[in-house]
C-alpha cells in the first residue's frame, strides 16, 4: 500500500494561493493507471473532491474549482502539488491527497488516504 504525507503552511491569507505537497512513499506516481488526487473537507460539509493528476500527468478538475485550481507533479521527487488560487476563508479546510488504483475496471473510490493538514484562510 502506498502511503501518503500532505505538507505545506497552515495559514494562508485571503487572496492568496493555497500551496500543498503531496510526498509519495511505497509506489511510484508513474504507476500505470494510478491517479493522484486532492480533496478537502471543510467544517461541518462533505468531502469535496477538487481534482487529480494521472500517471500521465493528465489531469482534471472539479468544474466549481477548475478555475482557480493548478494540480502539478514532480516525478523526480515523487510528489504532486496543489495550488488553489485566491483563496477565501471558505477554503478553509483539512486537505487530503489520496490514490485510486484505476487497474481494474471494479474498482471505485479512493484506496489511500494521507492524514489530512489543516489550512485555514485567516488575515
Known amino acids: 500500500q502506498v502511503q501518503l504525507q500532505e505538507s505545506g503552511p497552515g495559514l494562508v491569507n485571503p487572496s492568496q494561493t493555497l500551496s500543498l505537497t503531496c510526498t509519495v512513499s511505497g509506489g511510484s506516481i508513474t504507476t500505470t493507471y494510478w491517479y493522484w488526487n486532492w480533496i478537502r473537507q471543510s467544517p461541518g460539509k462533505a468531502l469535496e473532491w477538487i481534482g487529480d493528476i494521472d500517471y500521465r500527468g493528465s489531469f482534471y478538475y472539479s468544474p466549481s474549482l477548475k478555475s482557480r485550481t493548478t494540480i502539478s507533479r514532480d516525478t523526480s521527487k515523487n510528489q504532486f502539488t496543489l495550488q488553489l488560487s485566491t483563496v477565501t476563508p471558505e477554503d478553509t479546510a483539512v486537505y487530503y491527497c489520496?490514490?485510486?488504483?484505476?487497474?481494474?475496471?471494479?474498482?471505485?473510490?479512493?484506496?489511500?488516504w494521507g492524514k489530512g493538514t489543516l489550512v485555514t484562510v485567516s488575515s
Open positions: 489520496a490514490n485510486h488504483d484505476g487497474s481494474s475496471l471494479y474498482r471505485n473510490g479512493m484506496d489511500c
